[in-house]
């Protein structure tokens, strides 16, 4: 080995050791707490029975079109397709509107996606809104949104 190729290994060995990196195919993460490292996992993380998922409303409201009703929403912490995406308009008083919509994988999380209903199927008034998912990875209900309809 030349003295420039064995200088450039040194460089790039510290380089890796200063980083808590490692080469290729090696399965050891960073030093947390200076004592020894820990492994890498090689799964992507999954809920189970419902933990560390967290649904929510992106948006629900009036259409511009002044017809319809649209919501929006999706999952945190569980990245998978075919799952049950159910909103739930709940009114101060009455029986509530239903929509269900399939979970789709997205880059990052699992997306409900936009359910729209008929704008007659509402009472003027506040309503509330909630997304529950539903798959074999469990199930959460996220924390309601409000909205005010005319």
Same mark, same amino acid.
């Given at each position: 080995m030349s003295v420039r190729t064995s200088a450039a290994v040194v460089v790039a060995s510290t380089a890796l050791a200063l980083c808590g990196c490692g080469l290729a195919g090696n399965e050891i993460g960073p030093v947390v707490d200076g004592s020894t490292p820990r492994p890498v996992p090689t799964a992507e993380p999954t809920a189970s029975l419902g933990v560390g998922m967290v649904p929510y409303i992106v948006f629900? +409201? !009036?259409?511009?079109? +002044? =017809?319809?009703i649209s919501a929006s929403g999706a999952v945190a912490g569980v990245l998978e397709s075919g799952g049950i995406c159910t909103f739930t308009f709940s009114p101060? !008083? +009455?029986? @509530?509107? $239903?929509?269900?919509a399939s979970g789709v994988s997205n880059v990052? /999380? !699992? &997306?409900? +996606?936009? $359910?729209? *209903?008929? =704008?007659?199927?509402?009472?003027?008034? /506040?309503?509330? $809104? !909630? *997304?529950?998912? /539903? &798959?074999?990875?469990?199930?959460?209900?996220?924390? @309601?949104?409000?909205?005010? *309809?005319?």
């Open positions: 629900a +409201g !009036t259409d511009p079109d +002044g =017809l319809h101060a !008083t +009455g029986d @509530p509107v $239903v929509a269900e990052a /999380e !699992t &997306s409900c +996606g936009v $359910v729209q *209903l008929d =704008l007659a199927a509402f009472a003027p008034g /506040e309503w509330s $809104v !909630t *997304l529950r998912y /539903e &798959s074999s990875s469990g199930s959460a209900t996220s924390d @309601p949104e409000t909205m005010e *309809l005319p």
